[in-house]
């Protein structure tokens, strides 16, 4: 092998573990989380990853207001209000077989985890992100999406889509993730309980005589 393809192996090797430590650099600033309430203080939570075996590869985010207008006279519009919409996004994650939170096991080959142990496996791992995802949808909970620059609370994961190509390698899962925001319903001004749930209570007026209709 001749010094040049040697450097060049070398730089592309390089460039690989650069771009895998980064990635694992900003991998907890970035993905879907849930609030985590610790048993020995229940005054205190923490934030865990919701879907540890996969990184965050694209966040595409959305926000909008639709502006109301009624009808006038001859015709014409007039615009009264403002209405801001949930939020939505479409968070685009790549699992790739290995467990982002055990760095240990990301460096051995994949036949070597099977044998140690068989849920460190790459299919086993893939196997559990799908079934992630089909757990996420159905459910009604909360999550927050997190990124280096700003939190966004109250958000349901509503629906998901994956591909595996050739380009991209089969052992890749792509996966785009749709999240809605979810808003809390404003408290009435009612009274909890009626003062008189059987109704108003009886008076005496005297005696009515009854007349005929005309």
Not at 50 to 75: D, K, M, N, W, Y
Not at 77 to 90: E, G, L, R, V
Not at 103 to 126: E, G, H, K, W, Y
Request: aromatic letters at 8%.
């Amino acid at each position: 092998m001749s010094p040049s393809s040697i450097t060049s192996l070398a730089s592309a090797f390089g460039g690989d573990a650069l771009d895998s430590w980064s990635i694992r650099r900003t991998a907890p600033k970035w993905g879907i989380f849930t609030r985590v309430t610790e048993a020995a203080s229940p005054l205190t939570s923490k934030l865990q990853c919701v879907l540890p075996a996969a990184h965050v590869e694209s966040l595409t985010f959305r926000e909008q207001a639709t502006i109301s207008t009624a009808p006038q006279e001859e015709g014409a519009f007039a615009s009264y209000d403002k209405i801001a919409h949930p939020y939505q996004a479409t968070i685009r994650m790549v699992c790739d077989g290995t467990d982002s939170g055990d760095i240990f096991n990301n460096l051995l080959p994949d036949f070597l985890r099977t044998t140690l142990n068989p849920n460190n496996s790459a299919v086993a791992i893939r196997s559990r992100f799908i079934a992630t995802l089909a757990a996420l949808v159905k459910d009604t909970k909360f999550y927050i999406i997190a990124t280096p620059e700003k939190i966004y609370p109250r958000a349901n994961i509503t629906g998901y889509s994956y591909s595996r190509q050739n380009t991209g390698g089969t052992e890749l899962i792509t996966a785009d993730i749709t999240i809605e925001e979810v808003r809390h319903a404003g408290n009435t001004g009612w009274a909890t309980a009626p003062r008189h749930p059987q109704g108003a209570a009886f008076h005496d007026n005297g005696t009515v005589t009854p007349m005929p209709l005309p």
